[in-house]
């Protein structure tokens, strides 16, 4: 069985600062790993996964991510916030059985305030 | 192409009462999940379905129960409502080959059982 642990549940930055939400997992197999956000009253969207290939992985608006074998870390991070960022951010966790079922972290706040 | 659409988007039930939420997704996804969302706890998987005529159990499947009579639907049932299914649902749908283990998610369900 998989889990992940999300250490923060908040996280107030100011805009145009620098930000990093940690990500821990657990697993006796590979999985893949993914970070998703959920903006105030919506559905979760996907910002960025790792399958496989490079450790470091990008989204389309700035974030990043960086899969950590030794220390079982995928912590997403951004250089530079907007306040549109503000939303809350899962870590995720699926092993490799084929039906993709996901184990989701607990989920940091990122309130982003001018 | 709507998505993952939910009907409905609330519901107050009183305890003991019964009601079926509905999940429709039109990407002719195979596999369909439904979680529930609760402050401090994530998202946690209830049931899933990887085809039509086919569920299994997740995480937290007491309570519940799901039918996927057709590819394109996945129904969460709840025959005796209790105060502890006081939640957010979210239902969800993968299996794009080209975009493997990306889960679409719906809008989400508020039920509230007093």
């Known amino acids: 069985a998989q889990s992940v642990t999300q250490l923060d549940s908040q996280v107030p930055v100011f805009e145009e600062a620098p930000v990093e939400l940690r990500c821990n997992y657990s697993?006796?197999?590979?999985?893949?790993l993914f970070w998703y956000v959920q903006y105030p009253n919506q559905g979760l969207q996907l910002l960025l996964k790792y399958l496989s290939g490079s450790t470091l992985v990008e989204s389309i608006n700035g974030f990043e991510a960086e899969f950590n074998k030794s220390q079982t870390s995928f912590h997403l991070r951004k250089p530079s916030v907007h306040i549109s960022d503000t939303a809350e951010y899962f870590c995720?966790?699926?092993?490799?059985?084929?039906?993709?079922?996901?184990?989701f972290g607990t989920g940091t706040r990122l309130l982003v305030s001018p | 192409n709507a998505g993952v659409t939910q009907t409905p988007k609330f519901r107050v039930l009183k305890t003991g009462q019964s009601m079926t939420l509905l999940c429709a997704q039109d990407m002719n996804h195979e596999y369909m999940y439904w979680y529930r969302q609760d402050p401090g706890m994530g998202l946690r998987l209830i049931h899933y379905?990887?085809?039509?005529?086919?569920?299994a159990k997740g995480e937290v499947p007491d309570g519940y129960n799901v039918s996927r009579l057709k590819k394109q639907n996945f129904l969460l049932g709840l025959e005796s409502a209790a105060p502890s299914q006081t939640s957010v649902y979210f239902c969800a749908s993968s299996y794009d080959p080209g975009r493997p283990y990306e889960q679409y998610f719906g809008p989400g369900t508020r039920l509230t059982v007093t």
């Open positions: 697993s006796s197999v590979s999985v893949y």
């Open positions: 995720a966790v699926s092993d490799l059985t084929g039906f993709q079922k996901l184990v």
């Open positions: 379905s990887v085809g039509e005529g086919t569920t």
